[in-house]
């Protein structure tokens, strides 16, 4: 089983559409959580922490279940500017730092 | 503040030739990491570093050194390049506070990247 799990997609929606993305994790002594936007030819930045109490950022919206250890994105919405990868990332702190990136999802926005 | 800065943007190499991926932070962060990325694919950690001096492998480090002297600089070198690490290359930087069990993670800063081909 792969540390942090993602569904590659492709997503195909349409503009204004409400996309989910989830993603797993297999390491119960994960701390730290964060989801990633990767443009195409371009590296990945910073889209939103994710805290267990949930956080929203305007149209965005994260949520971490540390129970069933999976994380969620939510973008309501939806924009042709979204069109983009989505990367999860989980970062544990026991027994040595590590740092997990999913492999991401696609996502395509159609006008 | 420049943030993480990597060069060369855009290399071709001949099999069997070496060079260095310069990398360097203007932003005191401790953790360094060299990811590369596959056309389609997820990043696959090469090498990190939690400091100056100290170095340790990621998932895929055969085919790479590196070294860290300084907070800022962590050059990644590939010694007889085959045309298995033709890909991207990210260099990235982080600060990571606390020890053990209190240890929280801060974002992850990446570079712009580095486009390698060998052939």
């Known amino acids: 089983r792969k540390e942090v799990e993602q569904d590659p997609g492709p997503f195909n929606v349409p503009e204004g559409a409400t996309v989910a993305f989830n993603c797993t994790y297999s390491n119960s002594a994960s701390q730290s959580f964060f989801w990633y936007r990767q443009d195409c030819r371009k590296e990945p930045k910073l889209l939103m922490s994710v805290y267990s109490s949930g956080n929203e950022d305007g149209r965005f919206t994260a949520q971490l279940n540390r129970a069933s250890q999976y994380i969620s994105l939510l973008i309501r919405d939806s924009k042709l500017s979204d069109s983009a990868t989505y990367l999860c990332?989980?970062?544990?702190?026991?027994?040595?730092?590590?740092?997990?990136f999913g492999a991401g999802t696609r996502l395509f926005v159609k006008a | 503040n420049a943030g993480v800065t990597q060069t060369p943007k855009f290399r071709i190499l001949k099999i069997g030739q070496s060079m260095t991926l310069q990398c360097a932070q203007d932003m005191n962060h401790n953790y360094m990491y060299w990811y590369r990325q596959d056309p389609g694919m997820g990043l696959k950690l090469i090498y990190y570093?939690?400091?100056?001096?100290?170095?340790d492998k990621g998932e895929v480090p055969n085919g790479y050194n590196v070294s860290r002297s300084t907070t800022e600089d962590f050059p990644l070198r590939l010694e007889l390049a085959a045309p298995s690490q033709t890909s991207v290359y990210f260099c990235a930087s982080s600060l990571i506070l606390g020890i053990g069990t209190g240890v929280r993670g801060n974002t992850i800063y990446f570079g712009e990247g580095s486009w390698l081909t060998v052939v």
């Open positions: 570093s939690v400091g100056a001096g100290i170095t």
């Open positions: 990332v989980v970062m544990a702190g026991t027994g040595g730092f590590k740092t997990i």
